[in-house]
């Protein structure tokens, strides 16, 4: 009779290989759960999911909404505040964990509040052609002004490129301030 074992697992010489990884990741919980930060994660995820689920024009997704905008750009505005959130968190988080703990807190929180704008926060296709600019272009500070641009229908016009940029700045500088002020420990 024939055994398939390719689905085997070798254990190494030293056990405790196997468990220094996850022990190094219980070790950093548990310190950062210690020092405050994995409070504070939550509390930046669900401060940044307020401000985008914000249905008055006191959201910062919706500050300067005007003659350009229609509801597909609004839309597209909500997408693009999400990804910012998620490279300002991953920027500014001392570590993986807490980056995690607040990009949890944040979708949980838009999951409870508003359904519609989940679906808009997950996009992957649209998360995937920011990312994929941010990596050919990094030194370009309106790639993903083309990428709003594009997405909201008004590829290589100008003046859509431009407002993309802007907006990408001003929820960047937003969230960093959102981020700063909740003074995760490094």
Known sequence: ?????????IVPDRPSEIFDTSEGAANAFVREKSNGNMDKARVLGTQLAIEL??????????FGV?????????????VMF??????????????SIVAQSALSAFYE????TSPEIYELATDTAAFSLYNLSARTSPEDPCAI???????CDREDDPVFVRYGCELAS?????????ALRVQMIR
């Open 145 to 151: 002004g083309n990428v709003f641009a594009l997405l």
């Open 109 to 112: 929180t838009i999951q409870q």
């Open 82 to 95: 999400a990804y910012v959130v998620k490279k300002v968190i991953e920027d500014m988080a001392p570590n």
């Open 170 to 178: 001003y929820f960047t500088m937003y969230c960093t301030q959102v």
């Open 1 to 9: 009779m024939n055994y398939d074992d390719s689905d085997m697992k």
């Open 53 to 62: 689920t914000a249905e008055s024009k006191g959201g910062a997704t919706l």
């Open 66 to 78: 005007g003659a350009f905008d229609n509801e597909h750009t609004v839309k597209q505005r909500k």
